[in-house]
T-cell receptor
C-alpha cells in the first residue's frame, strides 16, 4: 500500500467552478500536510502547509485535514485558467516528503 | 533572493554511463533534499543532506550518491545508469528558520537514459 493515495484525475472544469482535490494517507504519524502546484516542465511550488487537523484558508485556496479518517483536501474557489496545473499532496515524515501521484487540473475559459 | 537552481536542465545519457546533477540551494538554506519524479508520478525521496552529511535516505540503491558542499550546494551522482532512471530529478532546500517540512523546489533536471 502506498503511503499517500491521490485521486488520479484528470479533472476538467469551467472557469469559475470550485475545484475539489483529495488524498488519503496510511501513516498515522504524519503531522504536516502540504499541497504543491506543478506547472508543466517546472518544479513543484508550495501552495499550502498545515499542521495536524483542521482547515486553513489562503485567498481562493482552502486546505482541510481530517486525521481521524486520514483524509486531506484542497478546494480552489473561483477557478481561473491560470490554475491549470498538476496538484500534488504531500505529507512529511521527519526529514522526507511523501507525495501522491498528482491530479492534473484543466480550467476551461 | 534567488530560488533553488539546478543544472543542467536536460541531459541525455546511455545505459551504463554515469551522471552528475547539480543544485544550488536558496540563499541561507542549509538542508538539501533530492527527489526523483517519473513521468505521471509524484516525486520520490532519494536522500537529504544537512551540513555536508547525509541525513536520511529513501529506497534507492547505492549507485545513487550525493555530496553537499560548505556553501550548501549539492550534487547527485548516479552510476551505472539504467533505462528506468529516466526521470525529472528535483532538488529542494529548507530554510533553517522555518519548519523542516517546508521544502522549496528547483525546476529540476530532466534525464533521459537511452
Amino acid at each position: 500500500q502506498k503511503e499517500v493515495e491521490q485521486d488520479p484525475g484528470p479533472l476538467s472544469v469551467p472557469e469559475g467552478a470550485i475545484v475539489s482535490l483529495n488524498c488519503t494517507y496510511s501513516n498515522s504519524a504524519f503531522q504536516y500536510f502540504m499541497w504543491y502546484r506543478q506547472y508543466s516542465r517546472k518544479g513543484p511550488e508550495l501552495l499550502m502547509y498545515t499542521y495536524s487537523s483542521g482547515n486553513k484558508e489562503d485567498g481562493r485556496f482552502t486546505a482541510q485535514v481530517d486525521k481521524s479518517s486520514k483524509y486531506i483536501s484542497l478546494f480552489i474557489r473561483d477557478s481561473q485558467p491560470s490554475d491549470s496545473a498538476t496538484y500534488l499532496c504531500a505529507q512529511s515524515d521527519d526529514y522526507k516528503l511523501s507525495f501522491g501521484a498528482g491530479t492534473t487540473v484543466t480550467v476551461r475559459a | 533572493e534567488t530560488g533553488v537552481t539546478q543544472s543542467p536542465t536536460h541531459l541525455i545519457k546511455t545505459r551504463g554511463q554515469q551522471v552528475t546533477l547539480r543544485c544550488s540551494s536558496q540563499s541561507g538554506h542549509n538542508t538539501v533534499s533530492w527527489y526523483q519524479q517519473a513521468l505521471g508520478q509524484g516525486p520520490q525521496f532519494i536522500f537529504q543532506y544537512y551540513r555536508e552529511e547525509e541525513n536520511g535516505r529513501g529506497n534507492f540503491p547505492p549507485r545513487f550518491s550525493g555530496l553537499q558542499f560548505p556553501n550548501y550546494s549539492s550534487e547527485l551522482n548516479v552510476n551505472a545508469l539504467e533505462l528506468d532512471d529516466s526521470a525529472l530529478y528535483l532538488c529542494a532546500s529548507t530554510d533553517p528558520g522555518q519548519d523542516q517540512e517546508t521544502q522549496y523546489f528547483g525546476p529540476g533536471t530532466r534525464l533521459l537514459v537511452l
